[in-house]
């Protein structure tokens, strides 16, 4: 008799701890469902209402995600466990409303999806869409890409990159890298490496003059030479250090920083349907 309490003791204790648990208890007044995970509870006018995420997202926690606490599902756990509710709608280019996606026909491109409207990305420096981590990554940990049309010659040589004296691209496997040749050096279109200049098609590069540094003259009432009675010779000030590209990340939404959404992307304007 007592074993027979016991399991039944268990069996009670498992069936409570599998109950949804009332927003309107938690601090947070929203809480994620406990068979889902793109579905969340919010406390309304002291009753919990059961809301979906937008097509594609999953429940990431208040003030969490790109949107109304919903977030990408690769981006955590955040599904362990449970299940999604809904069906995938797609669209063009979109196999979800919201989303990253690989290109059809490349590799160094790939779809943000907001809202079921597709924005065309691209991978720059050589790097290619990785559909397993949904970023531009370096050839070498993406499979399944062909080589690059660049490359098709050497797979790893260098190719000269427009009509650039200083840049040029550098294959890797068949994966083009943009490179830079070493100060005061040129890359040569016929050996295909950098050399000192000049070369046939570059000249050896002139560093620009500086140009005058002025000051207010107090008497006369014009910039003149430094220094004067009252001012001395303006120092001048370090040079900005010169990046190659601006890195594939999406842009914020203007006024909400801590919300990254993709290029292209429009916030929701309104919650979405409940379900009650």
Partial sequence: MMCSVFVFA?????????????????KSRVIGDITYCDRYWECVNGQPELYDCPNGLVYAGKNRGVTEGCDYPWRSNYCE????ANPPI?????????GIFGHETSCTRYWTCWNGTAT???????LLYNERTHSCDWPENVDGCQKHPLCNDDANGNVPLGKSCNRYWQCQGGYPRLQRCPAMLVFDRR???CVVPPTEDCDVPTTPAAPAMLVFDRRSLR???????????????????????????????????????????IPVPSKNRNRN
């Fill in 10 to 26: 268990i069996v009670l204790l498992g069936f409570v701890n599998c109950q949804q648990e009332d927003a309107c208890k938690t």
């Fill in 81 to 84: 466990g449970k299940q999604q």
């Fill in 90 to 98: 797609g669209t063009d280019h979109c196999d979800w409303l919201y």
């Fill in 120 to 126: 065309e990305q691209l991978c720059i420096g050589g």
């Fill in 191 to 193: 050996s295909l490496r």
């Fill in 223 to 265: 910039c003149v030479v430094p220094p004067t009675e009252d001012c001395d010779v303006p120092t001048t000030p370090a040079a900005p250090i010169e990046e190659d590209g601006e890195q594939n990340i999406p842009q914020g939404v203007p006024g909400k920083p801590d919300i990254n959404l993709p290029p292209g992307a």
